[in-house]
């Protein structure tokens, strides 16, 4: 499949982000969300981040953003990259509506962190077409996409996605539907840890993270990757896989819950372990 027109539900960080890669791509995208001021938000952030990748030979800003439309609900496209909030219903409830427009031949790729891809394949009549698609923030600049297959995706739906993500100039590697995927079932401990680690008085977070970046050569400490994944984020894919796993290695740090209750939620509301301007 071509994929002319990609339909990206949800205009946060990673939809915008993802929006801009399809977009500088060739592709025609249309982007929603239901909150208002959340397109033009993203097309801001879009417009500094392309931008930026000019200057270094990337692509014209203006051609680019010249292929995103911003649509007020979802609209009939080739493919759907759902990249709402992090809560199951909410992404089930999307999977429902978008399987009542899209045309039988049109994918439903999800950008969940942790929910199983195979519970939202079930809420549609085109299991075999649902795929998880999991990009990674910042989404222009990192190249991985993890592309998740449920019970029920098809082979010829898993290799079209993955061909997708090479030709979006990302790398696609490959998991199967269990919590957590492969990429959070390793990192959220490591995050839930650093955080213990604060609460436990150990060491303060600035020395965590100049540890695991010094000490392992991580681009980023655990504390500040929390930070911009957003705490709220960390606590909820940590509950899936805590549930989905049966394992108490895998509770929220209490630390973790107590800033989230807070509102300390990381670089989206100007503190977490750090402050923001």
């Known amino acids: 499949m071509e994929f002319e027109h990609v339909l990206v539900a949800g205009a946060g960080q990673m939809g915008g982000g993802i929006a801009q890669v399809v977009a500088a791509s060739g592709r025609r995208v249309s982007l929603y969300d239901e909150l208002p001021g959340a397109v033009e938000r993203a097309r801001g952030t879009m417009e500094r981040?392309?931008?930026?990748?000019?200057?270094?030979?990337?692509?014209?800003?203006?051609?680019?953003?010249?292929?995103?439309?911003?649509?007020?609900?979802?609209?009939?496209?080739?493919?759907?990259?759902?990249?709402?909030?992090?809560?199951?219903?909410?992404?089930?409830?999307?999977?429902?509506?978008?399987?009542?427009?899209?045309?039988?031949?049109?994918?439903?790729?999800s950008n969940t962190s942790s929910i199983p891809i195979t519970s939202l394949a079930a809420v549609t009549s085109r299991p075999e077409r649902v795929i998880g698609m999991h990009f990674f923030n910042p989404v222009p600049v990192l190249k991985l996409v993890e592309v998740i297959?449920?019970?029920?995706?098809?082979?010829?739906?898993?290799?079209?996605?993955?061909?997708?993500?090479?030709?979006?100039?990302?790398?696609?590697?490959?998991?199967?539907?269990?919590?957590?995927?492969?990429?959070?079932?390793?990192?959220m401990p490591f995050v839930n840890e650093a955080a213990y680690a604060v609460l436990e008085g150990v060491a303060e977070a600035e020395a965590i993270d100049t540890i695991a970046t010094l000490g392992f050569a991580h681009p980023m400490g655990p504390l500040a990757l929390a930070d911009l994944i957003g705490l709220d984020t960390c606590v909820a894919i940590m509950e899936v896989l805590h549930e989905g796993l049966g394992d108490q290695k895998y509770a929220p740090c209490p630390l973790l819950r107590q800033y989230v209750a807070a509102g300390r939620l990381g670089r989206k509301s100007g503190k977490g372990f750090y402050e923001y301007a």
């Open 149 to 187: 297959r449920a019970v029920q995706t098809s082979d010829e739906t898993a290799a079209a996605i993955v061909g997708l993500a090479r030709d979006l100039g990302k790398t696609p590697a490959e998991a199967n539907d269990y919590p957590g995927f492969v990429s959070n079932r390793i990192l």
């Open 49 to 109: 981040s392309l931008a930026k990748l000019a200057e270094k030979g990337g692509p014209d800003p203006s051609e680019v953003l010249g292929r995103i439309s911003a649509v007020d609900g979802l609209v009939a496209a080739d493919l759907l990259v759902e990249a709402v909030v992090e809560d199951a219903d909410a992404k089930k409830a999307l999977f429902r509506r978008a399987d009542e427009i899209f045309p039988a031949h049109a994918i439903l790729a």
